[in-house]
């Protein structure tokens, strides 16, 4: 089945010609920003959480309990549930918003819903900025997740439509790596404005918020909307002249033709979500909800929210708490890096397998250090294994960074046909901020009842989603998506079932079925037996 993607390819399996243009370049730049201020925001709730004098205005239970160590031990000064709804508020929220972004990147385009988030992301950083009280808090962290919900619908979408075939999945890595730069320019702000006297440090930590979204509102005004989306409304014209834009070449005929093909068989489909439960979109359907659960329960997300909480709980002083989640921070842009120069070359499956190796080793080693040498009541972990815990933190986050951190946004954006493609980025993005709010509520009351053992926790899950790469993900690297139907889905030992046509002359040579581009696509256990 034809559906239109970032790069088109003729019935042969032949791609298209398109250059990598600077205009192509600028835009994934531009668009991208939506993943800095989503890791901004996902990096300053932590940093702030871990200030006295927040902690004094917004949460005095806390801040009561941080400065009397003998009230609670260790692991539970910070369990509080209002400290946790401040952090996973914007989640919720961008949960809710991602259904209104569903249907305002199909009727009004990707590039109007990126300017949609911005607008919202200023208005919720004006509002954290100010706030007064706990409430006024919230309402900025919701305004804030809105813009999330709206941010992480368009963007990828976006970037995948955009780019060419051949350097799609080092592009849409994009959005993944200013998430991680919005990250560690969170922990930088945070380390200079715990340091400011009069305690209103936290004020500009949040109002610096304001950069990334000015950043994207600026660039969605700037960016010229994806062919794909100006033919599915109908600007065929415009889409024509854009597509010559970005191709750099007069010779797209072939592929606009393709596009406009997809588009109406897009159209035809009145329900793309109920279209999405059809037995044939099954596999993309399982995949996208599997990989944003899996994302999550890497543990990623906690440690990153609550990095300078927990290197604090764990008996680091303030300021080396806060030094050492910028240390994670920059180890984190720094591996995402690697994914982008990685990912269109040695393929998804090979990251996302050994990640998965790395990042189970690291959550061991953690657990076996903290359950030995942290207790309730110990004042300071021994500096060698301080040392210990933060290179295993960032072992953990590097193994992250370069697999199930941007993958788990790519894979997805990069299986469903077109018809539902909007359909399913937004269940992708509702069950990532599902997954994201349910750990930001749990983790504090979970580091309490579990103690060390929260890093097995995350462990366990870490072993389960390998078994999954292992056996259930195909390989979609270098496959344009109008071919991934035939070209994946139909050649994998499992997933082949789920697909109308009949599948004969799959090959199979040692245990691994092979595509028609030659490229293994998924472990095939049947033939081991």
């Known amino acids: 089945m034809p559906a239109g993607g970032f790069s088109s390819v003729a019935p042969a399996g032949v791609e298209f010609e398109a250059k990598i243009t600077p205009i192509v370049i600028i835009s994934c730049i531009m668009a991208a920003t939506g993943g800095l201020m989503f890791g901004y925001d996902v990096g300053v709730s932590g940093g702030v959480t871990s200030m006295p004098h927040f902690l004094k205005k917004f949460f005095p239970v806390v801040y009561r309990r941080t400065n009397d160590p ?3 031990g260790n692991y539970c000064r910070y369990d509080n549930q209002g400290l946790q709804w401040f952090t996973s508020s914007l989640y919720l929220a961008g949960l809710t918003a991602t259904f209104f972004a569903s249907y305002t990147t199909r009727r009004l385009g990707r590039r109007l819903t990126m300017l949609i988030a911005g607008f919202f992301f200023i208005l919720g950083v004006v ?4 706030a007064q009280d706990l409430a006024m808090l919230i309402v900025g962290r919701i305004l804030l997740g809105c813009g999330v919900g709206f941010a992480n619908q368009a963007v990828p979408l976006f970037l995948s439509e955009i780019a060419p075939t051949r350097i799609r999945g080092g592009l849409n890595i994009l959005f993944q790596l200013n998430v991680t730069i919005g990250i560690l320019f969170a922990g930088l702000v945070n380390y200079g404005t715990a340091k400011i006297k009069g305690g209103w440090g936290w004020r500009l930590s949040l109002g610096l918020a304001g950069i990334p979204a000015l950043l994207l ?3 969605a005004l ?6 794909n989306s100006l033919i599915e409304r109908g600007h065929l014209e415009q889409g024509k002249a854009v597509l010559k834009k970005i191709r750099g070449t007069d010779n797209i005929q072939p592929e606009f033709e ?3 093909e997809a588009s109406r068989l897009a159209k035809q489909v009145k329900h793309p979500f109920r279209n999405l439960l059809q037995r044939r979109n099954r596999p993309q359907l399982v995949i996208a909800i599997a990989l944003q659960i899996f994302q999550q329960c ?8 609550y990095a300078p909480v927990l290197f604090k709980t764990l008996g680091f002083g303030n300021d080396a708490s806060l030094y050492s989640a910028v240390i994670t921070g920059a180890v984190n842009v720094l591996s995402t890096i690697v994914s982008i120069y990685s990912v269109d070359k040695v393929g998804r499956r090979v990251l996302l397998l050994e990640a998965g190796v790395q990042m189970f080793f690291s959550l061991v080693v953690i657990a076996i250090i903290l359950g030995i040498k942290v207790k309730d009541h110990s004042d300071d972990l021994h500096k060698g294994f301080a040392i210990l815990v933060v290179v295993m933190v960032c072992t953990f986050v590097s193994a ?3 697999s199930w951190g941007p993958l788990g946004w790519l894979i997805p954006s990069e299986t469903f046909p077109l018809e539902t493609r909007s359909a399913g980025q937004s269940v992708t993005v509702c069950v990532n901020l599902l997954f994201t709010f349910v750990i930001a509520q749990a983790f504090l009351s979970m580091l309490c009842h579990f103690k060390y053992g929260i890093f097995l926790f995350f462990s366990s899950w870490v072993l389960v989603m390998s078994i999954f790469t292992l056996f259930l993900l195909p390989e979609t690297k270098n496959v344009p998506i109008e071919e991934m139907t035939e070209r994946v889905w139909k050649q994998h030992w499992f997933w082949k079932r789920f697909m109308d046509d009949d599948y004969e002359g799959a090959a199979v040579t040692n245990g691994d079925i092979i595509k028609k581009n030659g490229q293994a696509n998924g472990f095939d256990p049947t033939s081991q037996l």
């Open 70 to 72: 003998g009230i609670n």
């Open 127 to 130: 509002f954290n900025a100010a």
């Open 217 to 219: 509102t600026f660039g």
């Open 222 to 227: 700037l960016v010229v909307d994806s062919p």
């Open 258 to 260: 393709e596009l406009v």
């Open 298 to 305: 890497t543990g990623i997300n906690a440690i990153m929210f």
């Open 400 to 402: 992250f960074a370069w």
